[in-house]
Nanobody
Framework: VQLQASGGGMVQAGESLRLSCAAS????????MGWYRQAPGKQRELVAS???????NYADSVKGRFTISRDNAKNTGYLQMNSLKPEDTAVYYC?????????????WGQGTLVTVSS
């Protein structure tokens, strides 16, 4: 399984970006998916997750601003990020949990950089 994250870029505070995570192979639809981020000098943190059944979970810092979704027909997951803040600046990674529960991730993408300027 390979994951390809894309959609990062440089935006100003208040703007939006949509990240995509394209998965190869046939396990995407049965897997849970998560988006993590890691800012310089900080630990990686979970941003959002979605289980096989569509149950979503968000970090408090992004609730109401970010939306995770998936299109199983396209083997692709998304992270819609609105009202971006400078503190959202980080490398964003997508990951898959083959169990479907979006709890333990076995497969990781390469990361896409999001930079938010004030």
């Amino acid at each position: 399984v390979q994951l390809q994250a894309s959609g990062g870029g440089m935006v100003q505070a208040g703007e939006s970006l949509r990240l995509s995570c394209a998965a190869s192979g046939s396990i995407f639809s049965s897997s849970g998916m998560g988006w993590y981020r890691q800012a310089p000098g900080k630990q990686r943190e979970l941003v959002a997750s979605i289980s096989r059944g569509g149950i979503t979970n968000y970090a408090d810092s992004v609730k109401g601003r970010f939306t995770i979704s998936r299109d199983n027909a396209k083997n692709t997951g998304y992270l819609q990020m609105n009202s971006l803040k400078p503190e959202d600046t980080a490398v964003y990674y997508c990951a898959l949990d083959p169990s479907g529960w979006a709890l333990g991730y076995d497969y990781w993408g390469q990361g896409t950089l999001v930079t938010v300027s004030s």
